[in-house]
């Protein structure tokens, strides 16, 4: 819940932990707080209030004379590490965060698919390779296969030679070694890859038509 506070030439609202805000707040001079509307009234000007929640990190949301040099009045947001946005640029990068987690969203059962299809295929050239043994057949997966296994991007000759994995018989571990690259290559694998193009296409499109709408260029 951000705080509210009245200024002496504009109004703000702080965020982050509500403690912490708080007690940042009170931390000023004079500061005199109005049950009645829950604002707190403190006697600063905008640009100071906002340069001293920079210094705390602090989010800020704010509406006054901003500046020294250039006084100028202005809404918008200052973020806990000091990045500054007009009320528009802020409101457009929120509702593009909406439309770009909704088209991605919308494609995300496409995308699981085609993981499903690519994880299944690629599961049944290990299994043929190790004689049926499904768990030497999961681990080789987790272990060489998987975009984020134990050993991705090491050889099935790399890992045995540093002693990861070891092989019944000559005849095995070429099976293995020819299963392992069949996954790796195998058709689905560009299927898939053009499932995750698709949906972040949808993403940035979509963030792209609510940049356009608010005339927001990124």
């Known amino acids: 819940m951000a705080i509210k506070v009245k200024l002496n ?48 990190l602090l989010p800020v949301e704010y509406s006054g004379v901003v ?27 929120d509702e593009a965060r909406q439309a770009e987690s909704a088209a991605g969203q919308a494609l995300q059962d496409k995308v699981e698919a085609a993981e499903k299809a690519l994880r299944e295929a690629q599961m049944a050239l290990l299994l043929a390779a190790t004689g049926g043994n499904a768990d030497a057949a999961g681990r080789i997966y987790r272990q060489f296969v998987a975009a984020n296994g134990w050993y991705a991007g090491l050889s099935i000759e790399e890992a045995e030679a540093e002693g990861a994995i070891q092989f019944s018989s000559p005849a095995r571990r070429d099976a293995v070694i020819a299963a392992v690259d069949a996954c790796h290559n195998h058709p689905l694998v560009k299927a898939l890859l053009a499932s995750y193009r698709e949906q972040s296409g949808a993403e940035e499109e979509a963030k792209r038509e609510v940049y356009e709408k608010y005339g927001v260029f990124q």
Request: hydrophobic share 25%; with cysteine.
């Open 9 to 56: 030439d504009g109004n703000a609202e702080v965020g982050g932990e509500f403690n912490r805000a708080l007690s940042f707040v009170k931390g000023f001079e004079g500061r005199k707080y109005d049950p009645a509307t829950k604002t707190w009234t403190v006697p600063v000007s905008v640009h100071d209030f906002i340069g001293r929640c920079n210094s705390s």
């Open 67 to 93: 500046g020294t040099v250039q006084p100028r009045h202005e809404s918008g947001h200052q973020t806990r590490y000091g990045n500054r946005y007009s009320r528009t640029e802020w409101d457009a990068m």
